[in-house]
């Protein structure tokens, strides 16, 4: 009889091991890979761009490298700095400073009426100040600037060079002086040729002066006045070479006390005409003139009201049809910078006879101060004047 042998228990233990052990790697294999599963494969940016593809590395913006070190700028740069561009001129500001009160009624009122005439005619945002100091002039001229304003007009000779210092800091702005030669990129005189009607009112008293004398009283000894004097003295001249003219300069354009004084001065010297240019000084030779019944001249606005018994005509100026057509430029970007010169050929300049004291001048005199405005107009007679 043939036994069957049975396994030891030592072998079934070694068989269960065994397959303990497949078991265990088998979990293990399929516990790694599926944690590699979970985890995300790493992947390439893709930028799209209209030549070749970048890495990653090439998408990366780099960062700015600090440039060189800049110092802060003084109160005194920041002060000079420029302003800022002007937008537009849909809006125009226009600015005026003036070296004296605007209710003189000759010069400064002139300038005025000229402001406010933009206002009207180009809807113009306008200011005034008065100013009477180099410095002003200058700090006028900047603070307008920085503020924006398109047009700033300084009214006389003396305002020139504060124009000039400031121009180039502010290129956006134009500087316009109602005098003078100076001109930058920003900046442009106005000439009046108000020569041009003082020759008449000499060449008038010329013709009707008893002593053959006249006095002119000046406020600034500066050349827009004296070549006005220049002229009036030349006209007279023209028509009587031995005529004299008795010149004064009371050093202020509002002092009307000392005008009338310089006027009374001249007065016992002989004269028995008066002219003057000292703005609202020029109120006092009015006053020595009605003092003394003897007649005047009024200059720059028509003051033949003023004193209707004594002014016997007037050289004016249209200082608001000038300053509408600077300020129309400016405002359509037109302007070009250059000395303007506006005279009667312009219709700018006029000589006004003062229609309540016409019936004193000889129909003689009117017949030929009428020839010599024609002559004028057409270029035919020039009129002496200053250079500046």
């Known amino acids: 009889m043939t036994s069957l042998r049975t396994p030891s228990l030592i072998t079934v233990l070694d068989t269960i091991l065994v397959a303990t052990i497949v078991a265990l790697a088998v979990a293990l294999a399929v516990f790694v890979a599926s944690c590699t599963e979970s985890q995300p494969a790493p992947t390439t940016a893709k930028v799209k761009s209209t030549g070749s593809q970048q890495t990653p590395a090439q998408a990366q913006p780099k960062s700015a490298e600090p440039g060189p070190a800049t110092a802060m700028p003084s109160s005194a740069e920041l002060e000079s700095q420029p302003a800022m561009p002007l937008p537009t001129l849909a809006v125009l500001k226009v600015a005026l400073l003036s070296p004296g009160?605007?209710?003189?009624?000759?010069?400064?009122?002139?300038?005025?009426?000229?402001?406010?005439?933009?206002?009207?005619?180009?809807?113009?945002?306008?200011?005034?100040?008065?100013?009477?100091?180099?410095?002003?002039?200058?700090?006028?001229?900047?603070?307008?600037?920085?503020?924006?304003?398109?047009?700033?007009?300084?009214?006389?000779?003396e305002f020139q060079e504060a124009a000039a210092a400031v121009a180039a800091d502010f290129p956006q702005t134009t500087f316009i002086t109602t005098s003078g030669n100076t001109v930058r990129k920003n900046v442009a005189p106005l000439r009046f040729m108000l020569e041009e009607a003082t020759y008449l009112a000499g060449m008038m008293a010329g013709q009707m002066s008893d002593s053959g004398i006249a006095g002119a009283v000046g406020g600034m000894a500066i050349p827009s006045v004296e070549s006005t004097l220049l002229a009036f003295e030349a006209g007279a001249r023209s028509v009587n070479p031995d005529f004299r003219v008795i010149r004064s300069y009371i050093g202020s354009w509002d002092d009307v006390g000392a005008a009338k004084e310089a006027a009374n001065a001249q007065i016992q010297q002989g004269a028995d005409f008066l002219i003057h240019n000292a703005d609202a000084a020029g109120l006092g030779v009015f006053q020595a003139a009605q003092a003394n019944h003897i007649l005047a001249f009024g200059t720059n606005k028509n003051q033949n009201d003023i004193a209707p018994d004594t002014v016997l005509a007037s050289a004016v100026i249209n200082v608001p049809r000038a300053f509408v057509e600077v300020a129309r430029q400016v405002k359509t970007r037109t302007f070009k910078a250059k000395i303007v010169k506006l005279g009667m050929a312009d219709g700018i300049v006029t000589f006004e006879i003062n229609p309540a004291l016409a019936s004193r001048i000889p129909a003689s005199v009117n017949a030929r101060i009428e020839a010599t405005r024609k002559l004028i107009i057409a270029g035919k007679v020039r009129v002496p004047s200053a250079e500046f």
């Open 101 to 157: 009160p605007v209710s003189d009624a000759g010069w400064n009122a002139l300038a005025y009426e000229g402001l406010l005439a933009i206002r009207d005619e180009l809807g113009a945002e306008v200011s005034q100040v008065e100013t009477k100091t180099p410095a002003e002039f200058e700090e006028g001229f900047r603070d307008y600037a920085r503020r924006g304003y398109a047009l700033v007009f300084g009214h006389g000779f």
